[in-house]
């Protein structure tokens, strides 16, 4: 995720520590639910499906 956000951004995550902590937390729940992410498919699925 960090490295994605400095690719996007040009930022690190650690140039602001509430980004970082943030991120950190993100990232806690993740790996203590996985079960309640969805793929990128599913996500842009749903996106298009609400499209008129």
């Known amino acids: 995720m960090a ?3 400095d690719d996007v951004t040009g930022h690190t995550a650690s140039d602001d520590p ?3 902590a943030f ?3 993100r990232w806690q729940d993740y790996q ?3 079960e309640q992410v969805s793929p990128w498919s ?3 699925a749903r996106i298009l499906g609400q499209r008129p």
């Open 3 to 5: 490295e994605l956000w």
């Open 18 to 20: 509430a980004l970082a």
């Open 23 to 25: 991120v950190e937390g």
């Open 32 to 34: 203590l639910h996985p």
């Open 42 to 44: 599913e996500v842009k």
